[in-house]
């Protein structure tokens, strides 16, 4: 799986977007770029995924650059609840029993 | 949104004794997980289960630890004698595992401290 470089951590005042960026250069064709986070000591929670197209859904949008070697994560109007962890993960598309490895993530706070 | 229950959210136990932490998967699941966070670091995968068996374990996941389905509906793991390093959060997961790239679901997590 590709490894990514994230900031260690960011703020970002309420109400407005939150870009949270990951760098994953060595990205190969297969592989997919997944977000999580975890807000203080709860379980980590899906946010979106995507291969080379942009993804929107309720939570998120994920912008991934052509040439696939970095993507950013867009809260569009954050909230204080948005305060979390958030790890991006690349690997290839993943089913069966197989598992997901967590990285440190980006320490986001969202500041009233 | 369904959820994976675990219980207890805390649990105390003394250095050497047996624990067992409960989770309830959602209920048209297949795959369960257990994975770990102690304090401060990263969430650290245990051990994957499938059709009633290991699927793959971690360095982690020594001869002091065991899984099981024991009925329908719960997955337990069970820490034999624990030791002061086991002191950590513990997070159940699970999925339908007939979907690619389908989300994992986490349950809010047991924290086990071991004195």
């Known amino acids: 799986d590709a490894k990514t470089t994230q900031p260690t951590s960011m703020d970002c005042a309420e109400g407005r977007a939150a870009n949270l960026p990951c760098n994953h250069s060595?990205?190969?064709?297969?592989?997919?770029v997944y977000w999580y986070r975890q807000i203080h000591s709860q379980g980590p929670q899906y946010i979106i995924h995507?291969?080379?197209n942009n993804e929107t859904n309720e939570m998120a949008s994920l912008i991934i650059t052509e040439d696939r070697k970095s993507s950013t994560l867009i809260l569009p109007h954050a909230t204080l609840r948005d305060t979390a962890v958030y790890y991006c993960i690349v690997r290839r598309g993943w089913f069966g029993n197989e598992k997901l490895t967590f990285g440190t993530g980006t320490r986001l706070t969202i500041i009233p | 949104e369904p959820e994976v229950t675990q219980t207890p959210s805390h649990q105390v136990t003394q250095m050497g004794q047996e624990v067992i932490l409960r989770c309830v998967p959602i209920s048209n699941h297949l795959y369960f997980y257990w994975y770990r966070q102690i304090l401060g670091q990263k969430v650290e995968f245990l051990v994957s289960?499938?059709?009633?068996?290991?699927?793959?374990k971690s360095e982690i996941f020594d001869d002091q630890f065991s899984v099981e389905r024991p009925d329908g509906s719960n997955f337990t793991l069970k820490i034999r004698s624990t030791k002061l390093e086991d002191s950590a959060m513990y997070f159940c997961?699970?999925?339908?595992?007939?979907?690619?790239?389908?989300?994992?679901?986490f349950g809010s997590g047991t924290q086990l401290s071991v004195l």
């Open positions: 289960f499938y059709n009633n068996e290991i699927s793959e």
């Open positions: 995507g291969l080379k």
């Open positions: 060595t990205i190969s064709g297969n592989e997919y």
């Open positions: 997961a699970s999925k339908t595992g007939r979907v690619t790239n389908e989300k994992l679901f």
